[in-house]
């Protein structure tokens, strides 16, 4: 009997559930979780059972799947390679920023278990808990695997075929690389967003050059507005973890916008128009290049509400 | 009989057009624009007829709408003043920037005509020309009328009623006060997605941290990544003149955003991370309160491709 444990029975973990039960790639699914939503994850035919508590699941596991916030990813993993000292279980988690979940275990065990195997499944939704899980989050969703030197390639072999079990495509890099990246495409955009939203609450709490205090300017606002401002309704309880576990990244990468954005200040300050013009150009060319290279995947993947 | 003449026979005059028939606000509409154009814009019923030129079309309409770029729109409104220095026309333009277009004609005339009436149509789309144009484009859309001490009340109430015509909501504030509103909701998110993709083609040019060349960053990002980026595949030649026109005000509120980007990112570099979580949160709410006062527009407003 193969049996998957996965703690953390929410959108991220609920999903995998639900999708490895579709897929049938183990005989049996425990939980663990806080004990409503243990409940709830049960009643929504998510796991099979609860375990009684994180160490007795572990001992009935092949495979664990550490689901949980980033903050405390690292911690909770470290509780599972506690309880499984011999255990030849292969783990693996799904925290969004890898570097700081990797250097954590490292401070304290020194080396990695072989078992472990750092995952990030970009996918995610405004939603969450197991109400919102879904068999289909993973299906097309991109998987990045980012293996240390410890890392057995055995372990590895088994969570890249379980993750395209559930449909996705996986994609191995270094975790630094990872994070480089996630910071760019996700958490740079989340930032931007956020402090745009804060600017505008300002503003518009605050009267016009006029003097006279009008609606809220967003009122007025039209779908590029609502586009560019969605993800500043994303948790920000979950954000400032990930900002935090990423910080390095996401500082370098907001310098780097930063630079460019005085760049083009000065550009528009000192009349050089043709140079914006030619840096919209580019930027525009960018975009669509992207557009035509980029798979067009679920909604909610890297850069959706829960990454 | 009346008759209306649009100047620039595209998205934005002929979609005007075409709403103001169906409104059965004119007897007759006449179009000025380049010939290949025009004759484009009267296969598609848009207009009656062709003026043989600017002057022959202001001689004979009662009422002139100048929908032509931002760089040009005072320099067209200068020449049907010319042509129509006794005639009691109604005038007005459509331009993104009002501020500007009214300087512009107070250096050439003095004094703006009475007949003159700023207006900014808050919508647009992606594409452009008589082919995009649209009976409906207006309706439910928000149309600011920036009138100066020399506009006459009987322009204004008649330019008025023509949009409510056309089933727009019709706002009166001061052209200052608009221009802010445009750079704060409209001008600086185009800026940065502009900005933000320049960035990421940089990024993607180069190897990342690990040395190694990847696949475009973007290749693996989702739906935030595609909101926050929509924007930056709006027109360039376009937004060069919005940017040029609005200098100023883009260059405050980019001030704006720049000093609350460098305060987040002073707050993760101190680990400030509870502060942090607070500006988040003080942006998600923000999000959520105009999310909920500002009604749904229709697609490709004041933010959208063509502004």
Chains 1, 2 share one sequence.
């Not at 890392?151 to 449909?167: F, M, P, Q, Y």
């Not at 576990?245 to 128009?273: C, H, M, P, W, Y």
Request: glycine fraction near 10%.
């Amino acid at each position: 009997v193969k049996t998957l444990l996965v703690v953390g029975t929410g959108l991220i973990g609920g999903s995998f559930a639900l999708a490895a039960r579709r897929a049938r790639l183990f005989d049996r699914i425990l939980g663990v979780d806080g004990t409503e939503i243990l409940a709830h994850a049960q009643r929504l035919g998510i796991v099979d059972g609860a375990a009684d508590d994180l160490a007795a699941g572990v001992g009935q596991a092949d495979v664990v799947f550490v689901a949980v916030p980033p903050a405390v990813t690292a911690a909770v993993l470290a509780d599972v390679f506690r309880h499984a000292p011999a255990h030849p279980q292969v783990v693996f988690d799904g925290a969004s920023v890898k570097r700081a979940v990797i250097d954590e275990l490292h401070a304290r065990f020194g080396a990695l278990p072989s078992s472990f195997v750092p995952a990030h499944p970009m996918a995610g939704s405004e939603r969450h808990g197991p109400a919102a899980a879904s068999a289909d989050l993973y299906a097309g969703c991109h998987v990045f695997l980012t293996p240390e030197r410890e890392t057995g390639t055995d372990a590895l072999n088994c969570v890249r075929s379980i993750w395209e079990g559930v449909g996705a495509h996986v994609h191995e890099t270094g975790a630094d690389r990872h994070d480089e990246m996630v910071a760019v495409t996700s958490h740079l955009p989340h930032l931007v967003a956020y402090a745009y939203m804060a600017l505008i609450a300002d503003l518009s709490a605050a009267p016009g050059s006029d003097g006279v205090h009008t609606p809220p300017l967003a009122q007025y606002a039209g779908s590029g507005f609502r586009d560019f401002t969605r993800i500043a309704a994303s948790d920000p309880v979950l954000w400032r973890q990930i900002l935090e576990a990423n910080k390095e990244q996401v500082t370098t990468q907001l310098d780097g916008l930063a630079a460019r954005l005085a760049r083009i200040r000065e550009l528009l300050a000192s009349d050089r128009f043709d140079d914006v013009q030619a840096e919209l150009e580019r930027a525009r060319d960018a975009h669509a290049r992207f557009e035509h290279v980029r798979p067009s995947g679920p909604r909610g993947s890297v850069t959706g509400g829960q990454p």
